[in-house]
């Protein structure tokens, strides 16, 4: 009854069988393979287009290599404050790029707008030598708030990019989750509304330790070869990779996981809000419910055994609580019970 996160789930049934089957005989190395190409040619299809795809290990390689393409290292890049980049990569992406500058904003519901980084961008200090100069935006889908960009908010803020000459990256580490809420076709949220890479994300929604760096903008592809290799991301023996994003995209998978995940925490979200002083801090619209309860209700359920993060501090009554592939109706349900129950108690000693 683990709420903390999808990354403390197991990975896929389909996804581990992939790894099994791709474990018999000799495979050419280094990316070589029948499966790696395989996986590349499942994106294309997705993304209708022609893309290049590299395969990584963990989204931190791929939003710190992804970005080292997009800026030179006396350049900036714009994205949330909150965003996996800005706070939770230990400084990669700036490593990566040989030193180039996040410049985070504030925003609501873990969102950047297009008019804010137009006045961001016009501050920015364009050609003077002494300032890091405005390379590129990286944008969270779904956000770090577990709310989507629309498809309309992504094509705005790629005009400014391109109004600046800027590179625009997507961190989709929770691509999946964002793409089933909008019902919307995976070129529109992405290189059709101008984003120039993708973090295609797979490790928290079913596979192991995998992820796919996309490149819509394909004559930058042979310079990432050349950067993933230096950084160590890659594998000899890349079949492994590859198996998890093949199976993870073989029939729908991705997006069948991503439903369950969303569903549950729609469920949980809707649930909650029966709890008495329940409020929800952002829209539930992906995997992530961000709510305040009351700290009678947060112990017992504590108590009851139920893990979860309090976001802002532990003695605050902000919870993250996030939902998986695997997450179990029945534990979800149990949760609500759990939150009322304890919410209800509390109340009675007051009266
Ligand atoms: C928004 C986002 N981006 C990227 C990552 C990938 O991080 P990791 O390097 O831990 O795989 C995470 C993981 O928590 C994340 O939440």
Request: hydrophobic content about 45%; glycine content about 8%; some cysteine.
């Amino acid at each position: 009854m683990n709420f903390c996160s999808d990354n403390v789930t197991g990975a896929s049934p389909e996804i581990l069988a992939a790894l099994s089957a791709a474990n018999g005989g000799a495979l050419a190395s280094y990316g070589s393979d029948k499966l790696t190409e395989r996986v590349e040619a499942r994106l294309k299809e997705i993304f209708e287009t022609d893309l290049a795809a590299f395969p990584v290990a963990t989204g931190t390689a791929a939003n710190a290599l992804s970005l080292s393409l997009l800026t030179p290292s006396w350049g900036a890049i714009y994205c949330h404050q909150d965003a996996h980049i800005a706070v939770d990569e230990c400084g990669a992406p700036e490593f990566y790029t040989g030193g180039a500058k996040l410049v985070d904003l504030p925003g609501e519901h873990g969102k950047l707008t297009a008019s804010q980084l137009s006045d961001a961008l016009a501050r920015s200090g364009k050609g003077v030598v002494h300032q890091v100069q405005a390379a590129a935006i990286s944008l969270t889908q779904a956000t770090e708030a577990g709310t989507a960009y629309r498809p309309d908010d992504v094509a705005a803020i790629a005009d400014v990019a391109r109004g600046y000459g800027l590179g625009l990256h997507m961190d989709g580490a929770r691509f999946a989750n964002a793409l089933v809420f909008l019902d919307a076709n995976p070129a529109d949220i992405t290189w059709r509304a101008g984003v120039d890479i993708l973090s295609f994300g797979a490790t928290k929604n079913g596979a192991l330790a995998a992820e796919a760096v996309v490149i819509f903008d394909k004559k930058r592809a042979e310079e990432f070869a050349f950067r993933r290799k230096r950084a160590g991301h890659l594998f000899s023996k890349m079949r492994f990779l590859s198996a998890q994003l093949d199976a993870y995209l073989e029939g729908d998978l991705w997006l069948k996981n991503a439903r369950h995940a969303n569903a549950m925490a729609k469920r949980l979200a809707e649930g909650l809000m029966a709890v008495p002083g329940a409020t929800l801090a952002h829209p539930v619209e992906a995997n992530e419910i961000f709510v305040d309860l009351p700290e009678t209700a947060i112990r017992g359920l504590t108590a009851d055994g139920f893990q979860f993060y309090r976001w802002l501090g532990e003695d605050k009554t902000l919870l993250r609580l996030v939902a998986a592939h695997d997450t179990k109706e029945a534990d979800v349900t149990a949760f609500i019970a759990s939150a009322k129950r304890h919410a209800a108690r509390a109340n009675e000693r007051v009266a």
